[in-house]
């Protein structure tokens, strides 16, 4: 069976609390990522994804230049050990409707796996890439 750990994008990215969303989103594409980790005095904190900028940034007209990224997080982050079965992940993730899970080893981040991940792991398990 295969794990989470093998399918997870790491090291985990992350930005300071005091950036503000501008920074963020422009960090998440400058690396082509969907989430990033919020950090305070290097500790993770929180979580921003895609989801957050468009529904609480732009659908909530807020200033990308002036909102703090902590203003738009959620400081809870749900997570799974790196050595579960991914299907476990998937199916986490389908009941929670959530498209990003943190993925921790002995209780400290390690990757994030995204349904990006999720795909990438059935195309391979079904061969569709043939």
Same mark, same amino acid.
């Given at each position: 069976?295969?794990?989470?750990?093998?399918?997870?994008?790491?090291?985990?990215?992350?930005?300071?609390?005091?950036?503000?969303?501008?920074?963020?989103?422009?960090?998440?594409?400058?690396?082509?990522?969907?989430?990033?980790?919020? #950090? *305070?005095?290097?500790?993770?904190?929180?979580?921003?994804? $895609? &989801?957050?900028?468009?529904?609480?940034? !732009?659908?909530?007209?807020?200033?990308?230049?002036?909102?703090?990224?902590?203003?738009?997080?959620?400081?809870?982050?749900?997570?799974?050990?790196?050595?579960?079965?991914?299907?476990?992940?998937?199916?986490?993730?389908?009941? #929670? *409707?959530?498209?990003?899970?943190?993925?921790?080893?002995? $209780? &400290?981040?390690?990757?994030?796996?995204? !349904?990006?991940?999720?795909?990438?792991?059935?195309?391979?398990?079904?061969?569709?890439?043939?």
């Amino acid at each position: 069976m295969d794990e989470i750990g093998d399918f997870m994008s790491s090291p985990v990215l992350t930005v300071d609390s005091e950036s503000t969303v501008q920074e963020a989103a422009q960090f998440m594409h400058l690396h082509n990522i969907g989430s990033v980790i919020i #950090n *305070k005095f290097d500790k993770p904190i929180g979580i921003v994804t $895609e &989801k957050h900028l468009t529904q609480k940034v !732009v659908a909530g007209r807020l200033n990308p230049d002036t909102t703090v990224i902590t203003e738009i997080m959620d400081d809870e982050m749900p997570t799974m050990d790196r050595y579960l079965p991914i299907d476990e992940a998937n199916e986490f993730m389908h009941k #929670n *409707k959530i498209r990003h899970l943190v993925i921790t080893e002995e $209780e &400290k981040i390690v990757g994030m796996l995204s !349904v990006k991940d999720l795909v990438g792991y059935y195309t391979k398990s079904f061969k569709m890439d043939e």
